[in-house]
């Protein structure tokens, strides 16, 4: 291993940029990193050494979920002193930072598209016998590149084989566990204590959805004396909201894809086809074109646009004002044109009428001799 004050290098020829940090794991923090044969751009997880590792145990089920897709490349994993690291591909930003892009509201024709990968993404996991147990925004990134439109699910690092791989059968019902996963997100099984399994991945699901099309949850932002206090405040909130009201205003199909999974037994598999049938009924009745036309992918189209707008509004303003003043120049030309042209015809009217009221007067003095003469 190569060290220097910004790079790490890791293997025969793989570097670490120490000072382009990513983001954060659930156990660890990543870096951006380049593949020195190829010049790819990485993407690098650390973990320091610690009693309870995770990256080894996170490594070894994405090597099980490998080639699926929406599931991250691994490249290289290795333990060294002070930490191991997992090298995989490099992906786009999160649906959390997309979200907050998009500020804090996706349409839903967006969040269609993306609850069918979504769903696509748990199903291939539930498939290998694999339950994720940490469903949140921040843990779905888009690909990049010519896969910018590809949904990823990442970090498995609380994930778990709900199939033993030694019997091949279900993990056993228990309770009195503590609560994995995020909390904002914990189906109502998680919160009670209960062992997860796959009902619980699809309860998450519902809720990110539900957040993507509200801005949030009526859960949000609970504080207690503690962690417990608060998840126990957060637990009652979402067992006592009604699930008409949870999805009031959204399409009813998403009153029945939240109840779904609440009314499933521990061991029983979800129909995915039967909830992808519930988004594919809204997505044919509002008309809504799968084209992968996301909703942050329209943000350059609307600056542009309102830059263009802009751009418009002053050349307008500026041939307005120009009109103006050349008007207002032409106006005042044409009104002393109109007043000279006035003030003759007035003056040859004024001779006219001065003329005639003359041949008239003599008209009259005439008259009035001639009315003389006859008497």
Not at 193 to 203: F, H, L, N, V
């Amino acid at each position: 291993m190569v060290e220097s004050q910004t790079t790490i290098k890791l293997g025969s020829h793989y570097l670490l940029y120490l000072n382009k940090k990513l983001g954060n794991g659930a156990f660890g923090e990543i870096y951006l990193g380049l593949n020195q044969k190829n010049y790819q751009e990485v993407a690098i997880k650390l973990e320091k050494k610690t009693n309870k590792p995770q990256l080894h145990h996170e490594t070894r089920i994405l090597k099980e979920l490998q080639n699926g897709t929406g599931i991250p490349k691994i490249f290289y994993f290795h333990q060294l002193q002070n930490f191991s690291c997992l090298i995989q591909e490099l992906l786009g930003p999160s649906l959390e930072n997309l979200f907050n892009l998009c500020n804090r509201k996706f349409s839903l024709k967006t969040t269609l598209i993306l609850a069918i990968q979504m769903l696509n993404r748990i199903e291939f996991m539930h498939n290998r016998g694999i339950i994720h147990r940490d469903i949140k925004p921040d843990n779905f990134l888009m690909g990049k590149k010519e896969k910018d439109y590809l949904l990823y699910i990442i970090d498995m690092g609380l994930s778990k084989r709900y199939i033993d791989p030694k019997t091949q059968k279900h993990i056993k019902f228990k309770e009195g566990k503590n609560l994995t996963g995020t909390v904002r997100y914990a189906s109502i099984f998680t919160h009670k204590g209960y062992e997860q399994s796959r009902r619980d991945d699809i309860e998450g699901i519902s809720y990110v959805l539900i957040y993507f099309l509200k801005g949030g949850l009526p859960w949000q932002g609970q504080k207690g004396k503690n962690k417990k206090e608060r998840y126990q405040k957060i637990m009652d909130i979402k067992i006592n909201t009604k699930i008409e009201d949870l999805c009031k205003d959204l399409p009813f199909e998403f009153i029945k894809f939240v109840s779904y999974p609440r009314n499933l037994m521990f061991e029983e598999k979800p129909d995915y086809d039967f909830l992808k049938s519930l988004l594919h009924n809204i997505i044919k009745r509002e008309d809504i074109k799968v084209d992968y036309n996301y909703d942050w992918l329209n943000l350059n189209k609307k600056d542009e646009k309102q830059k263009e707008r802009t751009e418009n509004e002053e050349k307008i303003k500026i041939f307005t004002d120009e009109n103006i003043n050349n008007n207002n120049k032409s106006n005042n030309k044409n009104n002393n044109n109109i007043f000279r042209i006035f003030n003759d015809d007035v003056n040859i009217n004024m001779n006219i009428f001065i003329n005639n009221f003359t041949n008239l007067k003599e008209e009259k003095n005439i008259e009035i001799e001639d009315k003389k003469i006859e008497k």
